[in-house]
């Protein structure tokens, strides 16, 4: 199983979305570590195909090639208790 991880000044951020249903909102004020997220894959996809990229205030989760086959992937979100002390977490997607 491949791991990718990338490390960010979490004081710059305010919502991270990977492209994935589950978006997390920081507050700026609430975080006085870094976050980290991980990306693992534990099917045949590359890891490298992945890039976890920041723009402005937003993570997003880029592939370089199309994914044609079924894969599962991992996203990990690490972040201290400051760091969650005003943190909010949305699943949007189907499974609740």
Known sequence: MSVLTYTFDARTIHEIDNNLPCHVFVSQAAVETDLRVTATSAGNLP????????????????????????????????????ALKCTKFVNSGPGG
């Open 47 to 82: 890891i490298d195909a992945l890039r976890i990229v920041q723009r402005d205030a937003t993570l997003f989760l880029e592939r370089a090639s199309p994914i044609t086959e079924p894969t599962t992937l991992l996203i990990e979100i690490f972040a201290s208790a400051d």
